[in-house]
């Protein structure tokens, strides 16, 4: 190799290293650009979102806060909580800490019975957003489903640079003359447009009704001979929204059950369908509605069948077929809603047979022996799970 040779080495290495580097480099680079026509994220699904609940006591509003939880679901990347028991003016103008990614912040004052006062701000405390909720019936499951996609979607438009905001100098006067108000206001102090169905899907338990499905054990008292039958069920109930009325309806199976006699025993069944009514305050307290009671009563169909156990030569069923018998039912009952999408039901029921049902056999001389009778009222009790969609 000459000498000009090695003199020219070193630059086409520097040349060669150079184009490694970016060659490593580019796939990096690509994957952290926006595809074209495409935004950033953070907008819509990367915020750093701070929800501060003033409820006036120490409970925090939990019921509204799990709400809150589900509707922030795609807009909060970082969702922190606190509870104040007094709104503090001051506070919402302090600018927040700084955050890699956009940031709001939303304060929820309940502590009033008759209307939610509600305010969002951005991080450095410039741009502000306020809105009060009339709350006819207090924080009822109305309510806070309101509050909740209301939130949402104020949330979204601040984020999205679309809100109509109040500057800070707008925002004081605008809450002074919030608080000397008592009566509720039907106008937002701002004009922020009502939840979209696209930007905020509504739950399926806060549109026309409200539907809870699932199975069911009973015990029920049937006759002397056989004290106790058991019975499966698989049923539903249908509440209209802000009705304290509901419709409800089951399919059950009775379980066999047995009584060994001589000259002959019997295994009896039945299949049932049933339906009716109950009415009742479905929340005792508005914000504990966690636990309702109800009294109700309908009627019910039965397809009952008999079949007889180690039958004696000369024994003659006088019932060779299934048959038909109508009971109607009075129940009262208490519903506790541990989670929001699950349903435990305890019910106390009472079935009044409209004709007698029993067994009986004829022996060979022709005489008619009964076997059993059923009870004319027939006390029972039934737990029930539910799925609330």
Known sequence: MTVAAWGRAPGRLARLGALVIALLATPRTLAQAPPAGQK?????TGADVAVTIISGDD???PRLRALLAEQLIGVARDLSWSCRSRFDQEEIFQPAAP??????RIWIDVSASDEARLTWGDQPAQRFVLRRVPLARGLDEVGREEIAQIVRSAALALLQGTAETLTPAQARVAIADRAAARRPAAVAL????APARSQAPVPSHALAARVVVGPAWSLRAFSRQIPVV???ALGAAVTPREWPLSAWGEVGYRLPATYRSRPVGVELGAAALRAGLTLGPRAIEPDHSWLAWHVGAGAGLERVWFAPLDPAASFESTRATPFFAVLARVLLGVEARPAPHAVIALNLFGDLATS???FDYRSGDGAVHRVLTALALEPGISLGVGWRP
Not at 99 to 104: E, G, K
Not at 190 to 193: A, E, G, K
């Open 99 to 104: 955050s890699q990614a956009p940031a709001v």
């Open 59 to 61: 409970t925090c509003a």
């Open 40 to 44: 950033r994220a953070g907008a819509s």
């Open 230 to 232: 058991q019975e499966i």
């Open 356 to 358: 007698e049902v029993h």
């Open 190 to 193: 701002s004009p922020v447009p």
